[in-house]
């Protein structure tokens, strides 16, 4: 079945250290984004890319790093420059064609930093 | 003010009761999609639409251009229905999308 995988689902990190969140697709889909969700509030884009080797900054983009080296993969890189990095992650992909948007999901990864 | 306002924010329904979910938007799109979150934090995307109305089993949704807003009905709710309901856009050449705070739907038996 096709679909988005992200790990790990809960993760744990100590004050000061970065910390990679893995998106992994095989929809064949040429856009991946990444969303931050915090309680009360809408999801916000941190960073997305429509072709490999290519991404642009969301609204929230600092403290985050991603790359996209392969259509499939679209890792999330939280630095320690990113100042409240404890929320749930999620990672979406799409369609990029004018004539229709198929929007895909992961399960998510919930961030703490302890 | 957010560009995709959700009404109401909490909603607490008898099972077999008609629901509504409202969802305004300020800003011209390309679609509209209505998302369903459950406890666990996945979501699922369940109608992307730009004009009128789609049916999926118990799920309508509706939109009007005009008006900027859209509804989510869902007919003989059941507990299993219990999840955040979140209204997004998107329009533009980069297809990100914009999200409204969502809904949390609790349906009690």
């Known amino acids: 079945d096709g679909g988005i995988t992200q790990s790990p689902k809960y993760l744990f990190r100590k004050e000061g250290q970065n910390v990679t969140l893995s998106c992994e697709q095989n929809l064949n889909h040429d856009a991946m984004y990444w969303y931050r969700q915090d309680p009360g509030q809408g999801l916000r884009l941190i960073y997305y890319?429509?072709?490999?080797?290519?991404?642009q900054k969301g609204d929230i983009a600092e403290g985050y790093s991603v790359s996209r080296e392969k259509k499939e993969s679209f890792p999330l890189t939280v630095t320690s420059a990113q100042k409240n990095p404890t929320a749930f992650y999620l990672c979406?992909?799409?369609?990029?064609?004018?004539?229709?948007?198929?929007?895909?999901f992961g399960s998510g990864t919930r961030l703490t930093v302890v | 003010k957010n560009e995709v306002e959700q009404s109401p924010q909490n909603l607490t329904a008898q099972e077999g009761e008609f629901i509504t979910i409202n969802c305004s938007y300020s800003?011209?799109?390309?679609?509209l999609h209505w998302l369903q979150q459950h406890p666990g934090g996945g979501i699922v995307s369940l109608f992307m639409l730009s004009s009128g109305k789609k049916k999926h089993g118990r799920l309508i949704a509706t939109i009007n251009i005009q008006e900027k807003h859209s509804s989510l009905h869902i007919t003989a709710s059941h507990p299993r229905d219990s999840a955040v309901y979140i209204c997004?856009?998107?329009?533009?050449?980069?297809?990100?999308?914009?999200f409204g705070k969502g809904t949390l739907l609790t349906v009690n038996p």
């Open positions: 890319s429509q072709i490999v080797n290519d991404f």
């Open positions: 979406a992909s799409s369609i990029v064609d004018r004539a229709f948007y198929g929007y895909t």
């Open positions: 800003v011209g799109i390309s679609a």
């Open positions: 997004a856009v998107s329009g533009g050449s980069n297809y990100k999308l914009t």
